[in-house]
DNA sequence: TCGCTTATGACCCAAAAGGGTTATTGCCGT
DNA sequence: ACGGCAATAACCCTTTTGGGTCATAAGCGA
């Protein structure tokens, strides 16, 4: 069986040391290489060719979340599995977007590395329990609770979504058979709930609030 | 120390006493009751008190995706954990809208079910493999794509992210030092690149092609 | 150097948006 | 039965929006 081949972004020298010896010297898998920063991406990644990459998020002059990045732009079947202290939000879902396999805490994962490479060789995505929760809470949106928040009411949303498609209060009136004028008091009602000035903004306000 | 607390939805009767001697017959765990649908789940619930479900989605009647719907509107600390033998993303995206806490097919989770539901006990979200993958691949839009699709320029994004906060041509004008019929020259492009005809319909689409 | 794109700006003009005010109807819950 | 709220509608008015047209300067790649 061919081994699994590694390559490694970490700026700690004694970090970026162990790992190498800790998956050196483990059977099935083998260390193309190890760097302590993202600058060359590209040439490292031609030059390793290696199956996964374990790649840091706080590296000097290039982090991991660009890394992920340009690792996944130059070929998207290279796994990356992050490697980090961070758990923060932010940080997570930019590399989730940028294209990360996995994402493992590096206080949780002495001896669950080894377990999480092979998993994510495999087409896996190992992820420290923690994160993974955070990962389904982002698509538990609520659903009724912005609307409930704003106290906006079903004839209201209907609006807003005819708005955000573009219609004028004209247009929107002959669709619901109401007059323009009440399509208007919709909006300057749904304005002043949503505390916005105009139509774009509230469109804006309610997409990413999830009201529409 | 105290069990954890179990519940079962699962239509297949052969499988639920499976499912049940398993888990009654594992140190630390303890079967409040099983169930063949989830008709009455807010009564059960109230009755088992579980600390975690294990939710069928396949059911007569009224399926799991409702089910644990249900159950996080009576009380979310419950935690469900979904086990099934679909694998679609309709059914798994609509799980996880509706708070699940983790997903396992049946196909592969045998000897995995015991440590899934003290994972997910604790707090954790336990998925198959695939499952984590294509929860994953969910966050992985490719960012750039829209804004290459529709040749939006930078000038272009910043107009209209201001356009998305609520101001006008005049205070966007004033923010970029700019006239502000350059404002709406800019607009005017932005409208027939994306194919829109007004402002709110353009935000509409920016925000939802994630080019701002 | 020529053509293309980007960013800039102006003018005319019609349509739409949006603020303020006032009012009626029907429903729901107390 | 009464008050509150959603939905309906009209009027006045100013500002904003957006379509059409024309024009210029900077930068960039073939």
């Known amino acids: 069986m061919k081994s699994i081949h590694v390559s490694v972004y970490e700026d700690n020298d004694k970090l970026r040391g162990l790992l190498e010896l800790l998956i050196n ?3 099935g898998f083998h260390i193309t290489n190890t760097y302590s920063n993202c600058l060359n991406v590209k040439n490292e990644m031609t030059k390793d060719h290696p199956d996964v990459v374990i790649m840091d998020i706080d590296m000097p002059k290039c982090n991991g979340i660009n890394g992920v ?5 130059f070929d998207v079947n290279i796994r990356v ?7 923060n939000d932010d940080n997570l879902f930019a590399c989730l977007t940028n294209g990360a ?9 002495s001896e669950q590395l080894i377990p999480a490479i092979r998993e994510v060789f495999e087409g896996g995505a190992p992820m420290s329990p923690g994160i993974a929760r955070r990962v389904l809470e982002a698509f538990h949106h609520p659903k009724e609770t912005a609307v409930d928040k704003y106290n906006i009411t079903p004839r209201e949303i209907q609006v807003l979504e005819l708005l955000a498609r573009g219609f004028s ?11 323009p004028e009440t399509v208007k008091r919709h909006l300057k009602n749904i304005y002043q709930k949503l505390s916005v000035q105009c139509g774009p903004e509230a469109v804006a ?6 009201i529409i």
Do not use: C, P, Q, W
């Open 101 to 109: 396999d996995g994402y493992l805490l590096k206080r949780d994962t």
């Open 69 to 73: 990045r340009m690792i996944k732009e």
């Open 169 to 179: 209060y004209r247009m929107i009136g002959i669709e619901f058979s109401i007059s």
């Open 205 to 210: 306000k309610a997409i990413r609030e999830k």
């Open 81 to 87: 599995l992050m490697h980090t202290v961070f758990d």
């Open 25 to 27: 010297n483990t059977d």
